[in-house]
């Protein structure tokens, strides 16, 4: 094979190789037996024989370099002559040689000083970026999807693995105008449109996206183009759907939207929202307070002589009742608490009836069966108490205005010492709650203002976020999600569909809300899943698309504590998946989000990134093969990206393939519009009517 040299290895190291030119070559292309081959150009490769192998390594430099010549006399110098040098990085092995060559990601036979290198010829490249060909696609482990064309050779697809895109996690990053939506809705088109068998009409029908769509960018490339749109079925869901109950929200989340005081608010508000939840328990004068337990106990514990100053008084050696019986006071307070502790209020008032207490103590018959029924009020009243921290996170409704008006007041009268102290300190959380509720913003996405439930509000609320509401809906039906569903339906000629992308416009949201809604969203999704069966796990795969993901997972918190959604999405990151639920991040500043959750992806679609640290960030979370290909991350043009990980068999710089209709992501025409004279755009009045009504 000595006619497909180009040139020779003179240095190696774990992943590069250091290439010279054979001195005959005066050209970027070389002469083959069946075609002119060329070398010696970025993004191009090499081939690299060793034995039966092949080494195939991308070319990330190139450079001519003068050397000086001496005769052997060393009596003359001769003129400088120029000699070609190659950088390649090494990517992967075609194996074989008995005919069944693959190509595999990977090197692990390395080549030797001198070792020969050769051109790439056809073949090399129908094994790089066609390794199954025909014949049956293994979906889990084969590169068939079409994304894009390769720049270096353009006869040829870059082709990915859905399953290991979506699977384990990608991130599509880049800086802003450089393609990420565009990437994206390409990908679902190609995805949507892929005949995964053939001669047979067999497209996607059970997919479930979800899109969490900040700037409103993607109703238009998945929705306008009535063709895609019957195959896609996307579903688009703006700010008058797009509503989640508060009474879904666990305890870490009403911990990050009201943000109490950590000292005493905190635990005031958690004990409320259980009371509220388990409200069959805690109406207000259900329960003993701590207070009222406390002096029960006293009073069990008391000597004679304790209950004879709390009942009466010696008038000249005889008894006289007092008027303020401290013991009968007790009892009628307790009495007052209701059926839960009528018989232990009796038998104290029975106890503050005794006409003498002189040597009874502990020895009382009624003292005895008080200390039996307080025993067995305080066991219950513990077992009750677990349930209602159990309770506390569980997705059951409760009225909002009530946990303001009541069940606050409730777990003040709980606490020991001056209850006017502790609702001295709990005011300024009640004036939060009560500004929450009246906060358009705020109130009308999370529904604070409902006050009844209306029945199976949890399921049908992840049907219609997971686009399967065909299952639950009803005509008849005119709560919230049944009723914009009809409505946007209608649209779609077909209410008995799957709707396989929800596209959840965010872009109306206030940026108060933001974070907990969409941390909401996906932690209702991710627990949802996990309640299947442990046989069913992965059976209903979804995968959530972040978009401008840094406004809600950053790594550093802009509250002063933990951001609610990144803590949601790092585990989602982490378990997700297991129970068959991924991510996919885009972003446009990397460095600035959570690296819990950039460092769980597998795959990576980057577009042009030119701040420096963003750079130096994506290059500390890939191999050091892959960070020499991102040295060309500032130049990349609009529309390129470098695609690397396991979706992808080695990683390649691809144009990615268009798409119509694009995303409403363009870059405003300033010079173009600015030419124009039409003087009736924008309507001012219209626009503002429909702000100020929270419309777009």
């Known amino acids: 094979m000595s006619e497909r040299q180009i040139g020779r290895v003179v240095s190696v190291d774990n992943s590069r190789v250091f290439i010279r030119l054979d001195d005959e070559l005066t050209s970027i292309h070389k002469s083959g037996l069946n075609d002119i081959y060329e070398v010696a150009r970025i993004n191009s490769y090499l081939i690299i024989p060793i034995g039966s192998d092949r080494i195939v390594a991308m070319i990330t430099r190139v450079k001519m370099q003068e050397e000086t010549e001496f005769d052997k006399d060393k009596q003359s110098i001769s003129l400088p002559s120029s000699s070609r040098y190659v950088t390649a990085t090494m990517l992967g092995t075609i194996e074989g040689g008995d005919g069944k060559e693959q190509f595999i990601l990977g090197v692990y036979n390395f080549p030797v000083l001198d070792n020969p290198v050769w051109y790439v010829t056809a073949d ?12 049956d696609i293994d979906y889990s482990k084969d590169f068939y999807l079409p994304i894009g064309k390769s720049p270096a050779f353009p006869d040829y697809d870059v082709k990915i693995c859905p399953d290991q895109l979506f699977a384990k996690h990608a991130a599509i990053l880049g800086n802003t105008g450089s393609g990420k939506s565009c990437t994206l809705a390409s990908i679902l088109h190609s995805l949507f449109n892929y005949r995964f068998k053939e001669n047979n009409d067999n497209y996607l029908e059970n997919a479930h996206f979800i899109i969490f769509d900040i700037n409103g960018e993607y109703k ?18 703006d700010n008058e759907g797009l509503k989640v109950p508060y009474w879904f929200m666990n305890w870490d989340d009403f911990d990050y939207l009201f943000e109490p005081g950590a000292g005493t608010q ?19 004068k259900k329960c003993l307070s701590p207070f009222l337990m406390k002096r029960i106990r006293i009073l069990i514990d008391a000597s004679s002589e304790d209950l004879k100053k709390q009942t009466g008084e010696s008038d000249y050696g005889k008894w006289k009742w007092k008027e303020n019986n401290e013991i009968l006071k007790l009892a009628d307070v307790i009495l007052s608490n209701g059926d839960k502790t009528r018989n232990i209020g009796n038998k104290i008032k029975e106890l503050g009836e005794k006409s003498n207490f002189t040597d009874i103590g502990k020895q009382d018959t009624t003292l005895c069966e008080i200390n039996k029924l307080y025993s067995e009020y305080i066991e219950d009243y513990r077992q009750n108490q677990i349930t209602n921290d159990k309770n506390i996170d569980l997705p059951t409704w409760f009225n909002y205005q009530e946990l303001i008006a009541k069940f606050i007041d409730a777990a003040i009268e709980e606490q020991e010492g001056s209850s006017s102290r502790i609702s001295e300190y709990l005011s300024t959380l009640r004036l939060r709650l009560e500004s929450f509720l009246n906060d358009q913003r705020i109130a009308v996405p999370l529904l604070l203002s409902t006050e009844e439930e209306f029945s199976d509000s949890l399921a049908k609320f992840l049907s219609f976020i997971l686009g399967d509401f065909y299952r639950l809906f009803k005509e008849e039906d005119k709560d919230l999600f049944s009723s914009y569903y009809a409505d946007c339906s209608d649209e779609s000629s077909n209410k008995k569909i799957v709707n396989q992308i929800s596209i959840l416009d965010m872009s109306l949201l206030a940026y108060d809300v933001l974070e907990s809604l969409t941390g909401l969203i996906g932690r209702l999704i991710i627990e949802f899943v996990s309640h299947f069966a442990p046989g069913d796990r992965g059976k209903y ?3 959530l698309v972040l978009e401008e993901a840094q406004n809600y997972i950053p790594e550093k918190s802009r509250k002063g504590h933990e951001s609610i959604t990144k803590k949601v999405f790092e585990r989602i990151a982490r378990e997700g998946r297991k129970y068959g639920v991924s991510l996919i991040i885009s972003s446009q500043r990397p460095a600035e989000l959570s690296k819990t959750v950039l460092s769980q992806c597998n795959s990576f679609i980057v577009h042009r990134l030119q701040n420096p640290d963003d750079q130096k960030y994506i290059k500390g979370l890939v191999s050091s093969a892959n960070s020499d290909i991102l040295d ?18 080695t990683p390649v710089q691809v144009r990615i393939n268009n798409v119509a209709p694009i995303p409403n992501s363009d870059n405003p025409r300033f010079v173009e519009k600015w030419l124009e004279k039409q003087r009736d755009f924008p309507d001012y009045v219209e626009i503002c009517n429909k702000w100020k009504d929270g419309r777009r």
């Open 124 to 135: 090399d490249l129908d094994k790089i970026f066609d390794y199954k060909g025909n014949g």
């Open 220 to 237: 238009n490339a998945l929705i306008a183009n009535e063709e895609i749109f019957k195959r896609i079925n996307a579903f688009h869901i």
């Open 266 to 284: 905190a635990p005031i508000l958690k004990r409320a929202v259980g009371l509220a939840r388990n409200s069959k328990q805690a109406e207000s």
């Open 541 to 543: 795969p979804v995968v």
């Open 632 to 649: 060309q991350l500032p130049i990349l043009p609009q529309q390129h990206a470098i695609v690397m990980g396991d979706c992808v068999r």
